[in-house]
Protein backbone atom coordinates (compact mmCIF):
# COMPACT_ATOMS: atom_id res chain seq x y z
CA UNK A 1 0.00 0.00 0.00
CA UNK A 2 1.28 3.21 -0.51
CA UNK A 3 2.45 5.62 1.89
CA UNK A 4 -0.13 8.65 2.67
CA UNK A 5 2.05 12.04 2.05
CA UNK A 6 3.44 13.35 5.10
CA UNK A 7 1.46 16.72 4.92
CA UNK A 8 -1.94 14.50 4.76
CA UNK A 9 -0.99 12.58 8.50
CA UNK A 10 -0.37 15.86 9.66
CA UNK A 11 -4.26 17.05 8.91
CA UNK A 12 -5.38 13.63 9.81
CA UNK A 13 -4.12 13.79 13.24
CA UNK A 14 -5.17 17.16 13.68
CA UNK A 15 -8.74 16.36 12.68
CA UNK A 16 -9.36 12.72 14.05
CA UNK A 17 -7.12 12.87 16.94
CA UNK A 18 -8.63 14.57 20.05
CA UNK A 19 -5.91 17.31 20.59
CA UNK A 20 -5.19 17.23 24.70
CA UNK A 21 -5.07 20.22 26.02
CA UNK A 22 -1.71 20.99 27.12
CA UNK A 23 0.21 19.57 24.28
CA UNK A 24 2.31 23.27 23.87
CA UNK A 25 2.97 23.54 27.45
CA UNK A 26 4.15 20.10 27.60
CA UNK A 27 6.38 20.64 24.18
CA UNK A 28 7.66 24.09 25.89
CA UNK A 29 8.76 22.30 28.81
CA UNK A 30 10.66 19.48 26.36
CA UNK A 31 12.00 21.67 24.70
CA UNK A 32 13.82 23.80 27.75
CA UNK A 33 14.80 20.23 28.60
CA UNK A 34 16.70 19.40 25.48
CA UNK A 35 18.43 22.57 25.55
CA UNK A 36 19.65 22.41 29.00
CA UNK A 37 21.06 19.08 28.75
CA UNK A 38 22.50 19.41 25.12
CA UNK A 39 24.17 22.75 26.28
CA UNK A 40 25.71 20.81 28.87
CA UNK A 41 26.95 18.32 27.13
CA UNK A 42 24.57 15.34 27.14
CA UNK A 43 22.58 13.76 24.71
CA UNK A 44 18.90 13.42 25.38
CA UNK A 45 16.94 10.19 23.88
CA UNK A 46 12.93 10.14 24.24
CA UNK A 47 11.70 6.94 25.36
CA UNK A 48 7.75 5.85 24.99
CA UNK A 49 6.76 3.10 27.14
CA UNK A 50 3.42 1.00 27.84
CA UNK A 51 0.26 0.35 25.94
CA UNK A 52 -2.09 2.65 24.39
CA UNK A 53 -5.59 2.88 24.62
CA UNK A 54 -8.05 3.07 21.84
CA UNK A 55 -11.89 4.30 23.31
CA UNK A 56 -14.76 2.83 21.48
CA UNK A 57 -17.12 4.78 23.12
CA UNK A 58 -16.28 8.83 23.64
CA UNK A 59 -17.57 8.55 27.03
CA UNK A 60 -15.46 5.89 27.16
CA UNK A 61 -16.56 3.11 29.34
CA UNK A 62 -15.02 0.48 26.79
CA UNK A 63 -11.28 0.68 25.33
CA UNK A 64 -8.94 -1.22 23.32
CA UNK A 65 -5.39 -1.59 24.83
CA UNK A 66 -2.42 -3.03 23.44
CA UNK A 67 0.03 -4.77 26.19
CA UNK A 68 3.00 -3.53 27.44
CA UNK A 69 3.80 -3.60 31.08
CA UNK A 70 6.12 -0.60 30.46
CA UNK A 71 9.08 -2.91 31.64
CA UNK A 72 11.48 -2.47 28.67
CA UNK A 73 10.82 1.33 28.36
CA UNK A 74 11.30 1.89 32.47
CA UNK A 75 14.43 -0.16 32.73
CA UNK A 76 16.22 1.37 29.79
CA UNK A 77 15.44 4.74 30.62
CA UNK A 78 17.75 3.44 34.03
CA UNK A 79 20.83 2.76 31.71
CA UNK A 80 20.56 5.63 29.59
CA UNK A 81 20.89 7.52 32.61
CA UNK A 82 23.91 5.38 33.69
CA UNK A 83 25.39 6.26 30.38
CA UNK A 84 25.01 10.10 30.40
CA UNK A 85 21.69 10.89 28.73
CA UNK A 86 19.07 12.77 29.96
CA UNK A 87 15.72 11.48 29.24
CA UNK A 88 12.25 12.27 28.31
CA UNK A 89 9.88 9.29 29.45
CA UNK A 90 6.53 9.30 27.22
CA UNK A 91 4.52 6.24 29.39
CA UNK A 92 1.24 5.27 29.78
CA UNK A 93 -0.22 6.89 33.25
CA UNK A 94 0.25 4.05 35.66
CA UNK A 95 2.77 1.58 33.65
CA UNK A 96 6.25 0.94 35.15
CA UNK A 97 8.00 4.27 36.19
CA UNK A 98 12.09 3.85 36.27
CA UNK A 99 13.31 3.38 39.65
CA UNK A 100 9.72 2.21 41.65
CA UNK A 101 9.24 -0.56 39.06
CA UNK A 102 11.08 -2.56 41.29
CA UNK A 103 9.00 -1.96 44.13
CA UNK A 104 5.63 -2.40 42.08
CA UNK A 105 4.58 -6.02 43.93
CA UNK A 106 4.84 -4.63 47.09
CA UNK A 107 2.16 -3.65 49.00
CA UNK A 108 3.46 -0.73 50.40
CA UNK A 109 1.85 -1.09 54.09
CA UNK A 110 3.39 -4.42 54.22
CA UNK A 111 7.23 -2.65 53.86
CA UNK A 112 6.04 -0.21 56.46
CA UNK A 113 6.35 -0.82 60.07
CA UNK A 114 6.39 1.24 63.32
CA UNK A 115 9.22 1.88 65.08
CA UNK A 116 9.61 -0.27 68.37
CA UNK A 117 6.86 -2.32 66.93
CA UNK A 118 3.02 -2.73 66.76
CA UNK A 119 2.30 -2.51 70.25
CA UNK A 120 -1.53 -0.93 71.25
CA UNK A 121 -1.14 2.53 71.12
CA UNK A 122 1.74 2.92 69.14
CA UNK A 123 1.15 5.35 66.91
CA UNK A 124 4.59 6.73 66.62
CA UNK A 125 6.96 7.01 63.88
CA UNK A 126 6.64 4.71 60.35
CA UNK A 127 10.32 3.03 59.31
CA UNK A 128 10.69 1.13 55.88
CA UNK A 129 11.11 -2.76 56.74
CA UNK A 130 14.61 -3.24 55.28
CA UNK A 131 13.88 -7.09 54.82
CA UNK A 132 10.75 -6.55 52.72
CA UNK A 133 12.67 -3.93 50.77
CA UNK A 134 16.37 -4.89 51.50
CA UNK A 135 17.68 -2.68 48.32
CA UNK A 136 15.41 0.61 49.13
CA UNK A 137 18.47 2.39 50.35
CA UNK A 138 20.32 2.20 47.00
CA UNK A 139 17.64 2.68 45.25
CA UNK A 140 16.75 5.77 46.67
CA UNK A 141 19.68 7.11 46.63
CA UNK A 142 20.17 6.77 42.92
CA UNK A 143 16.82 8.08 42.60
CA UNK A 144 17.85 11.27 44.77
CA UNK A 145 20.43 11.81 42.05
CA UNK A 146 18.64 11.88 39.08
CA UNK A 147 15.78 14.07 40.39
CA UNK A 148 18.40 16.42 41.82
CA UNK A 149 20.16 16.83 37.95
CA UNK A 150 16.92 16.71 36.76
CA UNK A 151 17.79 14.14 34.48
CA UNK A 152 14.48 12.83 33.63
CA UNK A 153 11.15 14.38 32.63
CA UNK A 154 7.65 11.92 32.59
CA UNK A 155 5.25 12.49 30.48
CA UNK A 156 2.17 10.94 30.61
CA UNK A 157 -0.58 9.34 28.29
CA UNK A 158 -3.39 6.80 28.15
CA UNK A 159 -5.11 7.44 24.45
CA UNK A 160 -3.58 6.67 21.67
CA UNK A 161 -4.68 10.54 20.68
CA UNK A 162 -2.44 11.77 23.65
CA UNK A 163 0.21 9.45 22.53
CA UNK A 164 -0.07 10.76 18.79
CA UNK A 165 0.15 14.36 19.62
CA UNK A 166 2.50 14.23 22.30
CA UNK A 167 4.88 12.50 20.43
CA UNK A 168 5.09 15.03 17.41
CA UNK A 169 5.35 17.53 20.32
CA UNK A 170 8.44 15.68 21.38
CA UNK A 171 9.94 15.42 17.61
CA UNK A 172 9.34 18.75 17.20
CA UNK A 173 10.66 19.87 20.26
CA UNK A 174 13.50 17.94 20.19
CA UNK A 175 15.05 18.65 16.32
CA UNK A 176 16.68 21.56 18.20
CA UNK A 177 19.42 19.37 18.71
CA UNK A 178 20.05 17.81 15.94
CA UNK A 179 21.52 14.67 15.81
CA UNK A 180 22.06 14.38 20.10
CA UNK A 181 18.52 13.49 19.99
CA UNK A 182 17.49 9.62 20.42
CA UNK A 183 13.86 8.25 19.78
CA UNK A 184 13.86 4.62 21.69
CA UNK A 185 9.90 4.01 20.34
CA UNK A 186 9.19 0.90 22.87
CA UNK A 187 5.13 1.65 23.54
CA UNK A 188 3.12 -0.76 21.98
CA UNK A 189 0.71 1.57 20.01
CA UNK A 190 -2.37 0.46 18.08
CA UNK A 191 -2.70 0.04 14.67
CA UNK A 192 -6.69 0.80 14.60
CA UNK A 193 -8.40 3.13 15.98
CA UNK A 194 -12.26 4.79 15.17
CA UNK A 195 -12.27 8.43 14.36
CA UNK A 196 -13.52 11.14 16.51
CA UNK A 197 -16.39 11.81 13.93
CA UNK A 198 -17.34 7.76 13.94
CA UNK A 199 -17.71 6.81 17.48
CA UNK A 200 -21.11 6.48 19.16
CA UNK A 201 -21.34 9.28 22.09
CA UNK A 202 -22.93 6.38 24.62
CA UNK A 203 -22.15 2.95 26.17
CA UNK A 204 -22.26 0.62 23.41
CA UNK A 205 -25.73 -1.36 24.02
CA UNK A 206 -24.86 -4.95 24.42
CA UNK A 207 -28.72 -5.41 23.44
CA UNK A 208 -27.78 -4.63 19.71
CA UNK A 209 -26.42 -7.52 19.18
CA UNK A 210 -22.52 -9.06 18.80
CA UNK A 211 -19.99 -5.97 18.53
CA UNK A 212 -18.32 -5.94 15.35
CA UNK A 213 -15.18 -4.08 16.18
CA UNK A 214 -12.45 -4.89 13.82
CA UNK A 215 -14.75 -3.74 10.79
CA UNK A 216 -15.84 -0.51 11.78
CA UNK A 217 -11.84 0.62 12.71
CA UNK A 218 -9.63 2.47 10.65
CA UNK A 219 -5.40 2.13 10.16
CA UNK A 220 -3.75 4.41 12.21
CA UNK A 221 -1.56 6.55 10.00
CA UNK A 222 1.93 5.53 10.21
CA UNK A 223 3.75 8.44 12.72
CA UNK A 224 7.47 6.90 11.93
CA UNK A 225 6.97 8.55 8.84
CA UNK A 226 6.43 11.99 9.39
CA UNK A 227 8.98 11.62 12.37
CA UNK A 228 12.15 10.95 10.30
CA UNK A 229 11.55 13.08 7.65
CA UNK A 230 9.89 15.95 9.02
CA UNK A 231 9.66 16.22 12.32
CA UNK A 232 12.94 15.21 13.51
CA UNK A 233 14.95 14.35 10.61
CA UNK A 234 18.53 14.83 11.89
CA UNK A 235 17.75 12.28 15.01
CA UNK A 236 18.60 8.86 15.80
CA UNK A 237 15.26 7.28 15.87
CA UNK A 238 15.10 3.53 16.64
CA UNK A 239 11.44 1.51 17.09
CA UNK A 240 10.79 -2.14 18.13
CA UNK A 241 8.67 -4.36 15.89
CA UNK A 242 6.79 -6.62 18.17
CA UNK A 243 5.25 -10.29 16.74
CA UNK A 244 3.82 -13.11 18.42
CA UNK A 245 4.79 -15.37 15.41
CA UNK A 246 8.89 -15.66 15.08
CA UNK A 247 8.85 -16.32 11.32
CA UNK A 248 8.06 -13.03 10.42
CA UNK A 249 9.53 -11.09 12.64
CA UNK A 250 12.56 -10.08 11.31
CA UNK A 251 11.14 -9.54 7.66
CA UNK A 252 8.71 -7.20 9.04
CA UNK A 253 11.47 -5.86 10.89
CA UNK A 254 13.42 -5.58 7.38
CA UNK A 255 10.34 -4.11 6.03
CA UNK A 256 9.96 -1.21 8.70
CA UNK A 257 13.79 0.00 8.48
CA UNK A 258 13.31 0.05 3.61
CA UNK A 259 9.98 2.01 4.20
CA UNK A 260 11.48 4.93 6.81
CA UNK A 261 15.06 4.48 6.48
CA UNK A 262 15.62 5.48 10.08
CA UNK A 263 18.51 3.84 11.79
CA UNK A 264 17.31 0.19 13.63
CA UNK A 265 14.68 -1.72 14.58
CA UNK A 266 14.86 -3.66 17.78
CA UNK A 267 13.47 -6.88 17.06
CA UNK A 268 11.54 -9.01 19.47
CA UNK A 269 8.71 -11.50 20.07
CA UNK A 270 6.53 -11.29 23.07
CA UNK A 271 7.22 -14.78 24.76
CA UNK A 272 10.92 -14.35 24.92
CA UNK A 273 11.16 -10.40 24.57
CA UNK A 274 13.19 -10.63 28.28
CA UNK A 275 15.91 -12.91 27.13
CA UNK A 276 16.34 -12.14 23.18
CA UNK A 277 15.99 -9.11 20.66
CA UNK A 278 17.97 -8.44 17.20
CA UNK A 279 18.50 -5.43 16.62
CA UNK A 280 18.21 -5.00 12.76
CA UNK A 281 19.86 -2.08 10.73
CA UNK A 282 20.38 -1.57 7.01
CA UNK A 283 23.17 -2.95 6.89
CA UNK A 284 23.54 -5.14 10.12
CA UNK A 285 22.22 -7.87 12.23
CA UNK A 286 22.70 -8.37 16.17
CA UNK A 287 21.22 -10.85 18.25
CA UNK A 288 21.39 -10.28 22.06
CA UNK A 289 20.85 -12.69 24.46
CA UNK A 290 21.07 -13.42 27.99
CA UNK A 291 22.44 -16.77 29.10
CA UNK A 292 21.61 -18.97 32.13
CA UNK A 293 24.26 -17.30 34.01
CA UNK A 294 23.33 -13.82 32.95
CA UNK A 295 19.74 -14.76 34.59
CA UNK A 296 21.47 -15.33 37.01
CA UNK A 297 23.13 -12.63 38.47
CA UNK A 298 20.22 -10.52 37.39
CA UNK A 299 21.40 -9.17 34.34
CA UNK A 300 18.83 -7.48 32.15
CA UNK A 301 19.02 -7.55 28.51
CA UNK A 302 17.80 -3.79 28.30
CA UNK A 303 21.16 -3.30 29.97
CA UNK A 304 22.90 -4.74 26.62
CA UNK A 305 20.31 -2.97 24.56
CA UNK A 306 20.98 0.42 25.62
CA UNK A 307 24.54 -0.54 25.53
CA UNK A 308 24.29 -1.31 21.57
CA UNK A 309 22.12 2.18 20.45
CA UNK A 310 24.41 4.03 22.41
CA UNK A 311 28.03 3.35 20.67
CA UNK A 312 25.66 3.46 17.46
CA UNK A 313 24.52 6.58 18.38
CA UNK A 314 28.09 7.87 19.19
CA UNK A 315 29.25 6.63 15.66
CA UNK A 316 26.02 8.02 14.27
CA UNK A 317 27.12 11.72 15.95
CA UNK A 318 30.93 11.65 15.03
CA UNK A 319 29.73 10.52 11.00
CA UNK A 320 26.82 14.01 11.05
CA UNK A 321 30.06 15.88 12.49
CA UNK A 322 32.54 14.93 9.75
C1 LIG B 1 7.95 -3.63 21.91
O1 LIG B 1 8.14 -4.46 21.07
C2 LIG B 1 8.43 -3.77 23.35
O2 LIG B 1 9.66 -4.43 23.35
C3 LIG B 1 7.43 -4.53 24.27
C4 LIG B 1 8.04 -4.52 25.69
C5 LIG B 1 6.07 -3.83 24.26
C6 LIG B 1 7.25 -5.97 23.80
P1 LIG B 1 7.12 -4.67 28.16
O3 LIG B 1 6.59 -3.25 28.11
O4 LIG B 1 7.23 -5.19 26.63
O5 LIG B 1 8.49 -4.74 28.77
O6 LIG B 1 6.12 -5.60 28.81
N1 LIG B 1 7.30 -2.46 21.60
C7 LIG B 1 6.85 -2.07 20.29
C8 LIG B 1 5.55 -2.60 19.93
C9 LIG B 1 4.90 -1.96 18.74
O7 LIG B 1 3.75 -1.64 18.84
N2 LIG B 1 5.57 -1.78 17.59
C10 LIG B 1 4.90 -1.42 16.36
C11 LIG B 1 4.72 -2.68 15.54
O8 LIG B 1 5.22 -3.74 15.91
C12 LIG B 1 5.69 -0.49 15.50
S1 LIG B 1 6.58 0.75 16.22
O9 LIG B 1 4.09 -2.59 14.47
Redesign the pocket.
Known sequence: MAEPRISSIDGKLAEEFAVPSHVEEVKEKMAAFASFHAEAGRKVVLITSGGTKVPLESRTVRFLD?F??????ASSAEYFIDSGYAVIFLHRHRSLYPYTRMFLTINMLDALEFQGGGAPGNTGEVVVNQQVLPNIAKVLKRYEEVKKSRLLLPIEFSTLSEYLHLLKAAAQALSKIGSKAMFY?????S?FYIPASEMPEHKIQSSNGPLQVRLSMKMVPKILSPLVKEWAPQAFVI????ETDASILLDKARRALDTYRHQAVVA?V?DS?RGYVVVVTLETQAELILTEEDVKNEVEIEERIVSNLTSAHDNFITQQVA
Do not use: E, H, I, M
Not at 239 to 242: A, D, E, G, Y
Open positions: NSSGRRGLAAAVDSFKLNLR
